[in-house]
């Protein structure tokens, strides 16, 4: 596959103009990409765009009380990805091609959410499976650009799978404006009844919920929506649910 350098493409060039980035900046200015983007090549060689790597990360953090999540980003499938794949919430990834260890992160506290750009680290799954086929990276001192540049002719491991959206394109994962509609809709439509330990709660609705298998909350098609009481809801997540 040939090998094309991104910052030496007329195309970026002419973008970095357009929004008054010097030319001989080439360290900050990065793009970001779609899944579905033409450009993007899922080959035994690995995945590239444009013959460039590319990494997946968790746009969307939500935060539960006082504690405050740091997702990491991934450079290669791990047994992370493996398992959020395994519980249909590989979706909550987007792609990015930034390799400033710098990311777009949209912190979510009450279904509302806040943009920032934060400093996220390498998921240290992905540094175990690399340091185990022979590489010495370090999780302190990680740096995307240095790990591109190394495993710029070693195609031998990266994603076996991406995600739809990439940090500019996907939904915000917060609820829609009419959620407590849907809920009540479809908890009517099950009599009130918890879909996992099929108990009524007839006479103590507030006991139930509604849960998104994918945790993607804005996506509230009925397949990807359970009616569950508030001990099943929990029991699916490693946080503490709240009363939606």
């Given at each position: 596959?040939?090998?094309?350098?991104?910052?030496?493409?007329?195309?970026?060039?002419?973008?970095?103009?357009?929004?008054?980035?010097?030319?001989?900046?080439?360290?900050?200015?990065?793009?970001?990409?779609?899944?579905?983007?033409?450009?993007?090549?899922?080959?035994?060689?690995?995945?590239?765009?444009?013959?460039?790597?590319?990494?997946?990360?968790?746009?969307?953090?939500v935060q539960y009380g006082d504690k405050i999540?740091?997702?990491?980003?991934?450079?290669?499938?791990?047994?992370?990805?493996?398992?959020?794949?395994?519980?249909?919430?590989?979706?909550?990834?987007?792609?990015?091609?930034?390799?400033?260890?710098?990311?777009?992160?949209?912190?979510?506290?009450?279904?509302?959410?806040?943009?920032?750009?934060?400093?996220?680290?390498?998921?240290?799954?992905?540094?175990?499976?690399?340091?185990?086929?022979?590489?010495?990276?370090?999780?302190?001192?990680?740096?995307?650009?240095?790990?591109?540049?190394?495993?710029?002719?070693?195609?031998?491991?990266?994603?076996?799978?991406?995600?739809?959206?990439?940090?500019?394109?996907?939904?915000?994962?917060?609820?829609?404006?009419?959620?407590?509609?849907?809920?009540?809709?479809?908890?009517?439509?099950?009599?009130?009844?918890?879909?996992?330990?099929?108990?009524?709660?007839?006479?103590?609705?507030?006991?139930?919920?509604?849960?998104?298998?994918?945790?993607?909350?804005?996506?509230?098609?009925?397949?990807?929506?359970?009616?569950?009481?508030?001990?099943?809801?929990?029991?699916?997540?490693n946080h503490k649910i709240t009363r939606k």
């Amino acid at each position: 596959m040939e090998k094309i350098d991104f910052l030496n493409c007329d195309e970026f060039k002419l973008i970095k103009k357009l929004m008054g980035i010097s030319d001989k900046d080439k360290t900050n200015f990065t793009i970001d990409i779609r899944a579905d983007d033409p450009n993007l090549e899922i080959s035994s060689e690995g995945i590239t765009y444009k013959g460039n790597r590319v990494i997946l990360y968790i746009r969307d953090q939500v935060q539960y009380g006082d504690k405050i999540n740091e997702y990491k980003f991934h450079v290669i499938d791990c047994a992370t990805l493996k398992n959020m794949r395994k519980h249909n919430r590989y979706g909550k990834y987007v792609v990015s091609t930034s390799t400033t260890g710098i990311f777009k992160v949209n912190r979510i506290i009450n279904n509302r959410s806040a943009e920032s750009e934060e400093k996220l680290h390498v998921c240290k799954h992905c540094l175990r499976k690399l340091n185990q086929q022979g590489y010495n990276f370090i999780y302190e001192n990680f740096s995307i650009e240095e790990f591109f540049k190394v495993m710029n002719e070693d195609n031998s491991i990266n994603f076996l799978y991406l995600p739809d959206e990439n940090d500019l394109t996907a939904p915000t994962n917060i609820y829609p404006d009419n959620w407590k509609e849907i809920s009540r809709r479809l908890k009517e439509k099950y009599n009130y009844t918890c879909q996992e330990c099929h108990r009524n709660f007839s006479n103590c609705k507030s006991q139930l919920q509604v849960h998104h298998k994918n945790e993607l909350k804005w996506d509230c098609s009925e397949s990807n929506l359970e009616v569950v009481c508030i001990d099943c809801h929990q029991a699916k997540h490693n946080h503490k649910i709240t009363r939606k």
